[in-house]
């Protein structure tokens, strides 16, 4: 599992990269997935949540769902092309990336993932 921020709710989002992602229809509405520059699998989420972000919705993450994703995604050639997407529409340029904020943890089974990120939540108070 990927740990990214161990608090039940994190507020002051700009970009979501996610998994699943939920909003109220009037959201959606203002805010439309851009289908035509991101036709693919890649970068349509960071795209419209920061847009949404940017139109001034406010954005969250509810950390208490313990949502689990079986993938930790592929970085290859396709998803490179809609990175290049991204930055072109977004004004994004080109930086080396930073180090990484991942830390993997391997877990056998649900109670397992509920102990961890209880222990989390207890670091950050």
């Not at 954005?59 to 208490?64: H, I, K, M, R, S």
Request: charged content about 25%.
């Amino acid at each position: 599992m990927d740990v990214l921020d161990p608090r039940e709710v994190a507020g002051e989002i700009v970009i979501l990269d996610g998994v699943l992602l939920a909003a109220r229809r009037e959201v959606f509405t203002a805010v439309p997935f851009d289908a035509e520059t991101f036709d693919g699998f890649h970068l349509y989420d960071i795209d419209w949540s920061y847009r949404a972000s940017g139109a001034g919705f406010r954005l969250g993450v509810a950390g208490e769902l313990l949502v689990v994703h079986a993938s930790r995604g592929a970085y290859d050639a396709g998803w490179q092309g809609y990175a290049d997407r991204f930055c072109s529409k977004h004004n994004a340029g080109r930086r080396p990336p930073k180090p990484s904020s991942f830390f993997g943890a391997s877990l056998e089974s649900a109670d397992q993932v509920r102990t961890f990120y209880a222990l989390l939540a207890a670091l950050s108070r």
